[in-house]
């Protein structure tokens, strides 16, 4: 069964960049399916940040375009979000996930607790 798990920092500093990375077993990210990120504000519903296709392309919420870059790491089968210029409102839980059609994702990590906090 394919199985994704995020790691990265709890805690970031506004301004500063979020980095989270998804380690994903069974099945090769360079051969099929768009991998993607989904995040949770506490007391809100899930927001879908963007994603990388098998192929490299990527693709992102247009209100978070500005500040996010996901990448892959082929060999590693892992891909990164990257989130610039973090305010408290970026607090949340990250999710990565497998992604199988447009907008539907079967797969899914546990999530990452990250707080934006000076």
């Known amino acids: 069964q394919v199985q994704l798990q995020e790691s990265g920092p709890g805690l970031v500093k506004p301004s500063q960049t979020l980095s989270l990375t998804c380690t994903v077993s069974l099945g090769s990210i360079a051969t099929a399916y768009s991998w993607g990120w989904i995040r949770q504000p506490p007391g809100k519903g899930l927001e879908w940040m963007g994603a990388v296709h098998y192929s490299g392309n990527t693709y992102y919420s247009p209100s978070l375009k500005s500040r996010t870059s996901i990448s892959k790491d082929t060999p590693k089968n892992q891909f990164t979000l990257h989130l610039s210029s973090v305010t408290p409102e970026d607090t949340a839980v990250y999710y990565c996930?497998?992604?199988?059609?447009?907008?539907?994702?079967?797969?899914w990590g546990q999530g990452a607790q990250v707080t934006v906090s000076s």
């Open positions: 996930a497998r992604g199988v059609v447009a907008g539907t994702y079967d797969y």
